[in-house]
């Protein structure tokens, strides 16, 4: 069963601790629940960090394949995951403005206000979430022989 640990965000960082593992899918609720098959592990990390200029952050890194559902013909299809996301931490509204003007221009790198505790598990989930794709479909040409086929342009 999945440990779920909650931390202080910024201490975790400050003290630069490292949260790793493997679970089951079925361990995530909300993942198992959008998911056809929910089996299957998910490797992850959580590792905290200040960067070089001073700023807390939380490095979340996922590998996984998940089973979809293709759109185009509504079959079952993997879903190879691997994602690498930088969190600054903030501790409110005002500093994350400030943090997502100065910190994350990059498309991998988020501010996250985490005024209290951290639910690490729950982030590692969030993340994973976030990485699927909006319309999941199967390369072109690559629907199994003999499955309807939705025009999706």
Excluded at 19 to 43: F, H
Excluded at 61 to 68: G, I, K, M, R, S
Excluded at 85 to 99: I, V
Excluded at 117 to 143: F, N, S
């Amino acid at each position: 069963m999945l440990q779920r640990p909650s931390v202080d965000g910024f201490r975790f960082a400050q003290a630069s601790q490292t949260w790793r593992g493997t679970a089951d899918i079925r361990d995530y609720a909300r993942l198992a629940e959008a998911l056809p098959e929910s089996r299957g592990p998910i490797m992850y990390q959580v590792r905290g960090f200040v960067d070089s200029e001073w700023r807390p952050c939380l490095e979340v890194e996922v590998e996984t394949a998940l089973t979809l559902v293709c759109q185009r013909c509504l079959g079952n299809m993997q879903w190879p995951l691997k994602l690498r996301r930088r969190l600054y931490l903030a501790h409110g509204e005002d500093e994350a403005e400030r943090l997502e003007a100065e910190a994350a221009p990059s498309p991998d790198a988020e501010v996250l206000v985490a005024g209290g505790v951290v639910d690490l598990a729950a982030l590692v989930e969030d993340e994973v979430l976030l990485g699927l794709p909006l319309i999941p479909r199967h390369e072109e040409g690559q629907c199994p022989a003999g499955a309807p086929v939705t025009d999706l342009n």
